[in-house]
């Protein structure tokens, strides 16, 4: 008995412990701002800012995002509940600390998941360990797993809470299977907990991100490698076997066949700049890069975007390649032959574990090729194989306590002190894009992050150099080059104003010579020159090259710009009418995609108070998105200023029967209501 609660005691020191230096850890990135993907779907999206707790406002939170096949509802109304805390303040810091918190709650499932399979493998004679140092052993991994650099994306990068939630529902999935499975090797009960955590909690962590699909085919190579069919009562096997065949295997199986069936990949793939045989060779230098990341952190290697990572375009281009395929293929045999062979259960358990976690965002499916925050659940696996096979040689060696001791605490020491380190680059916007253009020179997207950081200190013409550098490495993308466009308008309007004086010409530079790669000049001719030549790149690549997601957000926020009073957009009209106007002929949008580059023409239309022309694009948008209330709200605005009150009049009632008006948009209803009793009826 007091062994038990010695035990229980250090546990619970030791959980204390963890979560104390893991906060401490992370504490200076909870300063930093919002990134990349933040500020689409949290920022931008005002369905979020909900202002009660009532079934429509959540509903509408909830169902607010379009990643995804599942569109991701609990993680919607996770980020809802953060505004909803705040007061409807747009807080970096606060929805960072929940991401904190969810990380530290995963990292004491994660050191309970440890024990768990710990446990397990000693009681099947496949570990040789007490049950006291099963409890160090899931503590190091529980530390280790936590507190690795490797891990930041996944916490301060705000929109991946989405990653880090879907995890806490596969731990606990996994946990209640393998409870439920430990039971069945006693008794005959077990198959409701086992249900439970390969079903049910799985289902709900779909809401988070569909990684969670991965719960069962983690529970199978538990089985597979722990418990070895092994039961109390074997008539229990054919229940088992059923289990695993209708709820994984058939499922699994439906599910792939389904998707090639569908068409989608060759869809998908007609956006993307590589082709699916590109992605998997691509892939598989990829996944040896994270696993070198894993097992010897290098935090200058690491970064917020991974897109300098050269595509392989054959078997040996680059030469790399052909070494990542037929090392992966070496190490996949090695690991079917120590499963078939019942060799080294927690070698073949721990890096399988990695490349199932994998599957969804690192095989087929035209994702982008890389990002730090894939390893969030797949790493796991590594850190339990290191942590056991450090225990191993360990014992062998017969080392000694002060050896065991400095090899149990100096690994998390050394990587809390890099995560430190690294947590506190991010707490600041300049630091952190400087990083990562320092780490990451060819890094399109480290170089836009980088050229936007210095427009906001007002430092133009450096960022100007770092969009034109990222626009030449990235041909398909328009980000740069708006961003260059929006900066040659500043600098126009300043020599108009007198505010800068003019530049002489260059002495061997042609105005008529000039591209959208010439470096800028503060000479009125010379900056038209270059304007034109931006905006012919532009339409260029609008017409030629793959249109993505990136390409329509691009759009949107020029259109947005325009919009507004921004005057880095204040000559931006016509250019990004004829953009939108010409992506909107290409075949192969999507309905939505129509819809929002119709409202944004729509929203143009409407700055400069065109009626009848913001009327007809949002009549398009709707028509191809069915329904949206900022599109339905504007219309029936649009229709108030036309004068047409009855066709307002069915608007705002098709706006007030929706099932999903938030309420924080109740306001803009009266408002509209009240517009519509002033305005004469023409």
Not at 249 to 254: G, V
Not at 314 to 323: C, D, R, S, V, W
Not at 461 to 482: C, K, P, V
Not at 486 to 508: F, H, K, R, V, W
Request: charged share 15%; hydrophobic share 45%.
């Amino acid at each position: 008995m007091r062994l038990l609660q010695s035990t229980k005691r250090k546990l619970a020191t030791s959980i204390i412990a963890l979560a104390a230096i893991t906060i401490i850890t992370y504490w200076p990135g909870l300063n930093g701002p919002f990134l990349f993907d933040d500020i689409a779907n949290i920022i931008d999206n005002p369905y979020l800012r909900i202002n009660d707790l009532s079934f429509p406002s959540l509903y509408a939170a909830a169902s607010t995002n379009s990643s995804g096949p599942t569109g991701r509802p609990l993680s919607s109304l996770s980020f809802a509940l953060n505004f909803y805390a705040t007061d409807g303040a747009i807080s970096a810091s606060a929805m960072k600390a929940t991401n904190l918190a969810i990380h530290v709650l995963n990292g004491v499932l994660v050191l309970c998941l440890s024990y768990l399979i710990l446990t397990a493998l000693v009681a099947g004679n496949r570990l040789a360990a007490s049950k006291k140092e099963c409890l160090w052993l899931a503590v190091a991994c529980g530390s280790i797993w936590t507190l690795h650099p490797f891990q930041l994306t996944a916490v301060l990068y705000v929109v991946q809470r989405m990653t880090s939630l879907a995890a806490t529902f596969t731990i606990i999935g996994l946990i209640f299977f393998i409870i439920g499975r430990r039971k069945l090797t006693t008794s005959s009960k077990g198959i409701s907990l086992i249900l439970t955590g390969i079903i049910f909690v799985p289902v709900i962590g779909l809401g988070a991100k569909e990684t969670a699909a991965l719960t069962p085919l983690f529970a199978l190579l538990i089985e597979v490698t722990v418990f070895r069919g092994v039961l109390h009562n074997p008539r229990l096997k054919k229940h088992l076997n059923f289990i695993y065949i209708t709820f994984i295997a058939i499922p699994c199986l439906l599910s792939a066949l389904w998707f090639f069936q569908s068409g989608m990949l060759s869809e998908q793939y007609a956006t993307r700049s590589f082709t699916l045989t590109e992605r998997l060779l691509t892939e598989s230098r990829i996944l040896w890069l994270y696993l070198s990341s894993i097992l010897l952190p290098r935090t200058n290697s690491m970064g917020l975007f991974l897109d300098d990572i050269a595509i392989s375009h054959g078997f040996l281009q680059p030469l790399t390649t052909a070494f990542s395929v037929i090392s992966l293929i070496g190490l996949a045999s090695l690991l079917l032959y120590g499963l078939l062979r019942n060799k080294l259960p927690w070698v073949v358990l721990g890096l399988s574990w990695f490349f199932i976690g994998h599957l969804i965002e690192s095989t087929v499916l035209p994702l982008e090729l890389a990002f730090e925050h894939r390893n969030y659940t797949p790493s796991f696996g590594v850190v339990l194989f290191v942590v056991i096979a450090t225990y191993k040689l360990l014992n062998r060696a017969n080392a000694r306590r002060s050896v065991v001791l400095l090899a149990a605490i100096l690994p998390p020491i050394t990587l809390a002190a890099a995560t430190h380190v690294r947590a506190g680059q991010w707490s600041s916007r300049d630091t952190l894009t400087a990083l990562e253009v320092l780490h990451h020179p060819t890094s399109p997207r480290a170089l836009r992050a980088r050229g936007l950081a210095l427009e906001i200190q007002g430092r133009p013409d450096e960022a100007y150099d770092f969009h034109r550098r990222s626009a030449e490495l990235d041909t398909q993308n328009l980000s740069g080059l708006i961003r260059m466009r929006g900066i040659l308008n500043l600098a126009s309007y300043a020599l108009d104003q007198g505010t800068i004086d003019p530049e002489p010409l260059p002495p061997t530079d042609d105005p008529a010579n000039i591209t959208y790669l010439s470096a800028i000049t503060l000479h009125p001719e010379y900056l038209n020159n270059m304007a034109k030549a931006v905006e012919e790149e532009l339409l260029r690549r609008v017409r030629e090259e793959k249109k993505d997601s990136g390409t329509i957000m691009a759009l949107q926020s020029l259109a947005g710009c325009v919009a507004s009073i921004d005057l880095s957009c204040r000559t931006s009209s016509p250019l990004a009418k004829l953009l939108i106007e010409t992506l909107l002929q290409s075949e192969n949008l999507s309905n939505t995609e129509r819809a929002h580059l119709n409202y944004n023409l729509a929203r143009m239309a409407m700055h400069f108070e065109d009626w009848e022309d913001a009327e007809t694009h949002l009549d398009h948008a709707i028509d191809a998105k069915l329904i949206d209330l900022q599109m339905l709200v504007a219309l029936a605005d649009v229709q108030i200023q036309l004068g047409k009150i009855n066709e307002a009049t069915r608007t705002i009632e098709r706006y007030r029967s929706s099932d999903t008006q938030p309420t924080f948009r109740r306001d803009v209803l009266q408002q509209l209501e009240n517009n519509l009793t002033n305005r004469p009826e023409n």
